[in-house]
């Protein structure tokens, strides 16, 4: 069965300091990836996916950066972070063989900029 | 393009009340449409499903939804409460085939109250 992983769980950061969250999926090939954030109170914004190694695409202007070094590795980065950058990280990804489209999420990231 | 509307940011029930939820969604395209359920501090599990089958769709944890085309609605209900299901519900919606991504409404807080 597929899993999929995301570390670490807890982060609590200094403005201004490097950002990596790392997120790797099991058990499936050549999965669409994603990473999502939800601010306290509000929905799930897009921020990156990815179709393929090395292939990114970014969904808002930020502050953010993503890579997909491997198949099923994910990372979100950050050079410096901004206070703003607080909020609960989330890991997905679908099948790219299945039109249905649901996704599959990771337990989360939970980043404080102080 | 893809939206979701999710009226009303908390509900509140009684043990064994029905449960409502409401989504509405606007889409270009004919919609493939979800709700996921969220507890503190983890991820989105998938509840149910609408991929242009049956318009009644039923899920996990007693939970189902219909799709009414005519009212671009996706409501979620569940004939009776339990405290379990105190969550955060989220309606999301794709754009079908090929699209990559689900475009999430901003939650709906469910508290079950004894």
């Known amino acids: 069965s597929q899993t999929i992983h995301q570390w670490p769980a807890t982060l609590v950061q200094p403005v201004g300091s490097p950002l990596s969250l790392e997120c790797t999926v099991e058990g499936t090939s050549n999965p669409n990836l994603y990473w999502y954030r939800q601010a306290a109170g509000r929905g799930l914004q897009l921020l990156f996916y990815s179709v393929g190694i090395g292939q990114i695409s970014s969904e808002v202007p930020q502050n953010l950066s993503a890579s997909r070094p491997q198949d099923r590795q994910f990372i979100l980065s950050s050079k410096k972070l901004l206070l703003s950058d607080s909020g609960f990280y989330l890991c997905?990804?679908?099948?790219?063989?299945?039109?249905?489209?649901?996704?599959?999420f990771g337990e989360g990231s939970r980043l404080t900029v102080l | 393009a893809q939206s979701v509307t999710q009226l009303g940011s908390h509900v509140s029930v009684s043990e064994g009340a029905l449960v409502l939820l409401r989504c509405n969604y606007s889409s270009s395209v004919p919609p493939y449409l979800f709700w996921y359920v969220q507890y503190p501090n983890q991820g989105l599990q998938l509840l149910l499903k609408?991929?242009?089958?049956?318009?009644l769709v039923k899920g996990i944890n007693g939970f189902e939804a219909e799709f009414k085309k005519s009212e671009t609605s996706f409501h979620l209900t569940k004939p009776s409460a339990h405290m379990s299901d105190a969550a955060e519900y989220f309606c999301a919606v794709s754009g079908g085939p090929g699209r990559r991504a689900l475009t999430f409404g901003s939650g709906t807080r469910l508290q079950v109250q004894p």
């Open positions: 609408y991929t242009s089958a049956a318009t």
């Open positions: 997905a990804w679908t099948s790219a063989m299945r039109d249905t489209g649901e996704l599959f």
